[in-house]
């Protein structure tokens, strides 16, 4: 290790400049990072995390500029270099990776080019050099046939390989210095946890600094030597991993951890406290804390002055007057304990009888005609095969969780039983009735029974009226209230999701992500459903507005007895709301059960993958290395027999590529489609985690 | 639990301050400003033409033909003796009624053609576009002299004409805004609610494509004055004696080497008519891309 850090930062402030006036985005920020450390900077979004990422490498825009303190690089100033020196560096010296892969790479440029490109500009190597570098670059990153990658384009390859592609392309000049912007957020579970490895690796191997900058302690966790805790343009709490995530010192800190549901705590063991209001807006900052309108803990003195940054261990900074009372004792820690059990259970019934069955449903897309025979019918149409014959069923007041990669027919299967698709074969029962149809042609009686709350916050509500209008279109619609009570009927449904009357009038832009979110439960819960899909209903949002949300969809199923099926690629939200789990993998069912039994051997082997996969946020946890090879394969062409054989780290042979796996019941509705035996997939599950707790 | 609804104090919009809003883009685009200035001028002179001439724009003083600008004619005269300012003022009366009915006319048609074809696709969408693609097929002037010489020319005729000719274009674009839309969320949260396809595509759908076809709107308008001129340069505007800026260039052109005047005038009337609105539109697609 050199004596000097590669990265210091010293109170750096960032100034955009708008049409309202100056504002300081990021201020008083200060860390540095040696060779071969990785700091993690975590956050809400809006906090600032980016703006310091742009900040290094002086890429702020036309608007945006430095406006105080220093950045020295190999103990150099950053800052009032000229846009040649700067461009120099960035790609050479200093390399960045960024969220999305796709929108980084070129589309129309073949790998090569780009990879080889770079090299030829910072380091003036010949085509022949560059590209046998490329090569060894792409070997290290684990790119199978680096040759053929070579020659293909962005397209051609999945986002994990794309990701790769450009972590390879960044790593090619030897930087001293990475930035990696969420780089890991577009990426499923599995390919993410073996993303994550290889960054690890990366690190060891090149002795890089990193600033790793995401807004997942889980991720964090895993890679980073460090973590600085950034909060409404401030850094609230630097220190390293391990000491931050046994006994962080900061109270928003601590908000962020106690949102996160946790994938090993049994259901109805934890309950989320979501961090109230939302970060601040840079034009109106609270004098002294910023935290301080939303923290828990805030006294008088919080509010009178901006608190210094102080060191209270060794190499653990915090941003609050109160933490160095908290090295002591600490308030916080009977939230996490394990041991507060909310019975929300007694909601779910099997006596009740099914809301929902779904009986071998199958959602086939065809494929487009691709020549004029196919056109007439003289070649066999292809179908794009999205669900696949699944079979389940839902008990009144009861929640199923639907888990799986992207691709894995999740979203088809929701659509398919709320109406927006139509099975292909196969029937959908609800109440007792046939719905194996789309919307338009159903019931009114069962459309109001049937509501779904929609992933993306933007999308789901109309921008050209204002939210009350919306909702009471859904009321008009699903009562048949007088019009004069209509108004009266949409602020009781903002009430019940925790809005207040003034956001009657407002319009989808002038409100957050969560609270439309929250618009959008009260739009279908205005029927007083029986059953509501959500589909992915918090992915998009902050954490701690996540575990909001999470909260309200807790106490209206508590409340109106609604069922819900809530699709989700987090395990650690199925297992904090579900009370059965369905796992999908290419279309088809892999394990189906109590929310328990899917969390303990035995497990599919897909099952034990996915939860190995998932980041925990506790650097001390021993690591599971049960990684996933490959992608989920096209739903054009399905593998024959078992549908994971292609990535199945438990394969047994032949038997697995042509023989469809058997049911396996487990007893208690608990089923699992695999060729192992009982006994063999119980192995499975204490090879990978260790033995069972309840059995030892 | 009291949430993230601690807002700050964004006051629910009413209705002017919505308009205020959009006055505010206006004023913020430069080249909208000029653009609309230019059109407003043309719009004070239609409207007030009995106030900015005394002249009647179809008295004929055999006296005066094809005389130049003086004190008693400021644009001078025409073969016919008619005063060129009256004519122009009048024919403003002429050019912005009809082109933008004649738009008007064929958003209408390019509503009904593009919006189902648009939210369905399939067979419909297929049926639909081909006839389109036929329609756009020919040349728009050739279209235009067909379907006149067709059915005669008359006022109401060219907005006929010009209402055919412009709709696949239309058409074209609202499909292709619908077919975006229609993936949205919140149509599939409507039809979730059992609202008819006629309800979704006109309460959810349209109201969503309101900026693009503004724009697209105002272009068009433009383009019309510009067609509706051609069309009277070729004799297939209004029949004479209407005040016409395109029979006016189409009259006056025969004597061009001994009074430029009429033409002139008419031309550059043309031209400051096509391109305010063209810079009205302009600006407004840049300040309204702005903030997306």
């Not at chain 1, 010192?249 to 049994?266: E, I, K, S």
């Amino acid at each position: 290790m050199t004596d000097r850090p590669v990265l210091e930062v010293n109170n750096l402030a960032v100034t955009y400049k708008t049409r309202k006036g100056d504002i300081q985005a990021v201020r008083d920020v200060s860390f540095a990072v040696n060779s071969g450390e990785n700091i993690g900077l975590v956050g809400e979004s809006g906090c600032g995390k980016s703006t310091v990422a742009f900040a290094l490498v002086n890429y702020l825009g036309r608007n945006g500029r430095i406006s105080e303190g220093s950045i020295l690089f190999k103990g150099e100033e950053m800052r009032h270099r000229s846009e040649r020196e700067l461009r120099e560096l960035r790609g050479g010296d200093i390399a960045m990776v960024y969220q999305e892969p796709m929108s980084a790479l070129n589309p129309t440029m073949a790998i090569g080019r780009q990879m080889t490109e770079s090299l030829m500009a910072h380091q003036g190597m010949s085509e022949q050099q560059a590209r046998t570098a490329c090569l060894k670059a792409l070997a290290d990153v684990y790119m199978p046939s680096p040759e053929s990658v070579l020659r293909r384009y962005a397209h051609q390859l999945s986002g994990g390989q794309q990701q790769r592609v450009l972590i390879a392309m960044a790593l090619l000049n030897n930087p001293s210095l990475l930035i990696m912007d969420e780089p890991t957020t577009a990426l499923d579970v599995t390919v993410e946890a073996a993303v994550l490895d290889l960054i690890a690796e990366l690190q060891k191997k090149y002795n890089t600094a990193t600033v790793f900058i995401s807004h997942n302690l889980g991720v964090i966790a895993r890679v980073s030597d460090k973590v600085a805790v950034m909060y409404a343009g401030e850094l609230v709490e630097l220190a390293p991993s391990l000491d931050i995530f046994k006994s962080p010192l900061h109270p928003y800190t601590v908000g962020l951890m106690r949102c996160l549901p946790n994938v090993d705590a049994p259901r109805g063991t934890r309950t989320l406290y979501p961090i109230p209001g939302r970060v601040p807006s840079r034009f109106n900052m609270p004098s002294g804390c910023v935290f301080a309108p939303r923290c828990d803990y805030a006294i008088d003195r919080c509010r009178q002055a901006p608190p210094p940054l102080v060191e209270l261990t060794p190499g653990h900074f915090s941003r609050c007057i109160r933490s160095v009372e908290w090295l002591q004792e600490k308030p916080w820690e009977d939230s996490f304990s394990f041991k507060n059990p909310s019975a929300p259970e007694a909601a779910c019934n099997p006596e009740g009888g099914p809301v929902l069955t779904v009986d071998r449903v199958k959602t086939y897309y065809p494929m487009p005609f691709k020549t004029i025979k196919a056109f007439f019918g003289a070649e066999k149409r292809r179908y794009v095969k999205a669900v696949d014959d699944v079979s389940l069923r839902l008990d009144r007041g009861c929640a199923l969780g639907i888990v799986g990669e992207s691709g894995c027919g999740k979203s088809t299967l929701a659509k398919s039983i709320v109406g927006l698709e139509s099975p292909s074969k196969g029937r959908v029962g609800f109440l007792g009735l046939n719905i194996t149809k789309v919307a338009e042609k159903r019931d009114q009686s069962v459309i109001r029974e049937l509501q779904m709350v929609f992933q993306n916050p933007d999308g789901t509500l109309n921008p050209s009226y204002s939210i009350g209008d919306q909702i009471a279109t859904s009321v008009r619609r699903f009562t048949d209230l007088p019009k004069d009570r209509i108004r009266g009927e949409v602020v009781r449904l903002l009430k019940a999701v925790k809005l207040g009357e003034n956001y009657y009038g407002r319009y989808p832009r002038q409100i957050s992500g969560g609270e439309k979110q929250r618009v959008g439960i009260a739009r279908a819960i205005a029927g007083n459903p029986s059953l509501l899909i959500c589909d992915e209903p918090v992915s998009a949002l902050d954490v701690s507005v996540q575990a909001a949300i999470l909260t309200l969809m807790q106490e209206i199923r508590e409340e109106f007895n609604t069922s819900i099926v809530m699709i989700s690629h987090d395990l650690s939200t199925v297992r904090f709301f579900s009370d059965f789990v369905a796992v999908m993998y290419l279309g088809r069912l892999a394990e189906i059960g109590p929310v328990e039994a899917i969390y303990k051997p035995p497990y599919h082997p897909y099952t034990a993958a996915l939860l190995a996969a998932v980041p925990r946020p506790d650097p001390s946890l021993p690591e599971n290395r049960l990684r996933l090879g490959g992608n989920v394969p096209s739903p054009i062409n399905p593998p024959n027999g078992c549908r994971f054989n292609t990535r199945c780290p438990h394969k047994i042979g032949s038997i697995c590529e042509s023989v469809e796996p058997p049911e396996l019941d487990l007893g208690n509705a608990h089923r699992i489609f695999c060729h192992h035996s009982r006994k063999a997939l119980n192995r499975i599950g204490t090879d990978s985690f260790g033995p069972d707790p309840d059995e030892t | 639990m009291t949430s993230e609804s601690i807002a700050e104090g964004v006051a629910p919009e009413r209705g002017w301050q919505r308009l205020r809003n959009s006055l505010a883009i206006l004023i913020e685009s430069r080249t909208a400003l000029l653009g609309l200035s230019i059109v407003l001028v043309w719009v004070v002179i239609a409207i007030a033409a009995p106030l900015v001439t005394q002249h009647d724009p179809l008295h004929q003083d055999y006296l005066h033909l094809n005389k130049g600008p003086s004190a008693e004619h400021i644009l001078g005269t025409d073969h016919m003796g008619r005063d060129v300012w009256a004519r122009l003022a009048y024919g403003a009366r002429t050019i912005l009624t009809l082109a933008p009915l004649s738009v008007a006319a064929s958003f209408v048609l390019g509503l009904v053609l593009g919006l189902p074809s648009g939210y369905f696709g399939g067979w419909i969408d297929e049926v639909i576009m081909r006839v389109l693609d036929a329609l756009m097929a020919f040349p728009i002037i050739l279209l235009y002299m067909i379907i006149i010489s067709a059915i005669g020319a008359s006022a109401a005729n060219v907005v006929l004409a010009m209402a055919i000719g412009g709709a696949p274009g239309i058409a074209r674009l609202i499909r292709a805004l619908t077919m975006d839309i229609r993936t949205r969320e919140y149509i599939a949260a409507a039809r979730l609610r059992g609202d008819s396809a006629f309800r979704i595509m006109m309460m959810e759908i349209l109201p969503n494509c309101r900026g693009p076809l503004i724009v697209d709107f105002l272009l068009r308008v433009g383009y019309a004055a510009f067609y509706i001129g051609t069309l009277g340069f070729l004799g297939l505007g209004l029949p004479p004696p209407t005040p016409d800026w395109g029979g006016m260039v189409q009259e006056g052109h025969t004597y061009m080497t001994n009074n430029l005047w009429p033409v002139l005038s008419a031309t550059l009337a043309i031209i400051s008519l096509v391109v305010g609105l063209n810079l009205f539109a302009d600006g407004l697609r840049e300040e309204s891309m702005r903030y997306q």
